[in-house]
């Protein structure tokens, strides 16, 4: 069994002025080095679920332990934020100097790293997302998926285990979407970084390795893309979509074609309709 | 039209002044603002101004620039010229109408002053035309650093103005951006007078400020979420550092003031 690098047990939380918790007594665990998408409609309580995971919010009822750690007091939370780095979703907003490479070493910084250390570290970074040849431009010249590529260099360069990546597609085109996806995919599978996907766009969710539907802060769905998709009825009325393919498969099934479960992708439909001929 | 603004007007180049070390720089120009007000005779400011002047041509910069920021001081200067002419007394009097009488001592006190306001514009001008802003941030930073022990917030002020002059282009993008909605619903930016014109800005700047407040927040949760606490136990990547320029700087200016000192006792003009 791979060892649980996240760990939450009936975990909560209330925003003070919210009528109902944001959160609301949830239990999952996420292996590490798991790619895990977390799916749910505005205000499903996904983006709360991200900042407790990274200390920014702590739960009011529950126990969360990320990479072995408890957040109870203020220097825990920083150990916290340590091993779980985050990427949110506008890329402007979360740029804090006026050098690309000044940006990257903000963490660093931040932790009284050496001066060389933080060096070495942002330039192996920033090759790390293909942003080396930006280390001097100023992030008000870049386009938004250039921006969210240094964003995730920054986090990259503190060497956390999981990096939680909040919606940081949502605001992209489809090319800086399409970058940003494979970078989070590469630096799964290459370093052995566990990610926690938020997204609202099924395709993303359909690549990853288990999924998370949430609703009404409580976890809705769980299973692998396969599983989760093929009850599509269901991912409809949370108030989600379904990858294409999937619903096209849903449809052909319900004409009657004998398609078998958990077609997802335009190959692997291509092999399903090449085998009923 | 938001884009035209420029902060700062740093003018980006590689001339010995240009990699000068911020802190030298920043201290060259308060002890050249110093010698202006030591110099006690025209050949002072005449061998002042010839210095600035070459600091200028050796950066490349065109004296139109260095003449152009004297504009909107312009009346000041004027200003204390004419209330040094009519106000000092002593020396030969050289016109005399009415109550006003110009004396020769009130005539070079005049002359002194502009020299002096004129002097003190170009030297500083030469600082923000040859520091980078954020350079110049970082100067300042590590300048008042040991004021922090009196409880200077010289980290805090540093990380303000690096993160306005980080967000200065977003906002004006933002800007344009409000503007061009509100125009396509109509809005009339353009026209009226003054007080017309100012109402109109109102309906672009409340959305203004919202963005800049709802961005302030995510962006302190960013910043809190890369573990920033504040400038204590906080390592800087980038450490300024003083090379032979900076030493070479030092005694250029140490030069000055002595030659200055000279002028003075010399008594020439």
Known sequence: ?277 | MLKNITLGQYFPGNSLIHRLDPRTKLLATIALIAIVFVAQGFSGFLLLAGFVVACAASTGIHLKFLVRGLKPLMFIILFTFILNLFFQTGGTVLISIWIIRITSNGLRMAGFMAARLILLVLSSQLLTLTTSPIALTDGLETLFRPLQVIGFPAHEIAMMMSIALRFIPTLMDEADKIMKAQKARGADFETGGLIARAKAMVPLLVPLFVGAFRRAEELALAMDARCYRGGKGRTRMKQLKFQGIDGLAALVIAALLAAVILLNRLNLF
Not at chain 1, 103 to 112: P, Q, S, V, W
Not at chain 1, 195 to 200: A, F, G, L, N, S
Not at chain 1, 228 to 233: A, E, G, K, Y
Not at chain 1, 259 to 266: A, H, R, S, Y
């Open chain 1, 1 to 277: 069994m791979r060892d649980k690098i996240i760990q939450a047990q009936n975990v909560s939380f209330q925003y003070e002025d919210g009528a109902a918790p944001a959160v609301d007594d949830i239990t999952f665990t996420v292996d590490r080095g798991e790619f895990l998408a977390v799916l749910g409609r505005n205000g499903s309580g996904k983006s709360t679920l991200a900042k407790l995971l990274n200390a920014l919010l702590l739960p009011t009822a529950g126990e969360l332990t990320v990479d072995g750690l408890r957040a109870v007091t203020e220097d825990d939370c920083y150990e916290v934020r340590k091993s779980c780095g985050m990427v949110f979703q506008n890329p402007d907003n979360q740029i804090v100097t006026t050098i690309v490479e000044e940006d990257c070493a903000f963490g660093l910084e931040n932790l009284g790293t050496p001066p060389e250390e933080i060096r070495w570290r942002v330039k192996a970074a920033l090759s790390d997302v293909g942003m080396s040849e930006y280390a001097e431009a100023s992030p008000s010249m870049l386009s938004g998926g250039q921006k969210q590529r240094v964003a995730v260099a920054g986090v990259l360069a503190m060497r956390p285990k999981i990096i939680v990546f909040d919606e940081s597609t949502a605001m992209l085109d489809p090319i800086g979407r399409r970058d940003i996806f494979a970078i989070a995919q590469r630096l799964n599978k290459e370093e052995g970084i566990t990610v926690v996907w938020i997204t609202h766009f099924m395709e993303e969710a359909a690549l990853a390795d288990r999924v998370i539907v949430m609703d009404a802060g409580k976890i809705a769905l769980e299973g692998t893309p396969k599983q989760v998709f093929s009850q599509t009825d269901r991912v409809l009325a949370l108030g989600l979509d379904v990858p294409g393919m999937m619903k096209l498969a849903d449809r052909l099934r319900k004409a009657g074609l004998p398609l078998k479960e958990g077609v997802m992708t335009v190959n692997e439909m291509v092999v399903e309709l090449c085998r009923l001929k």
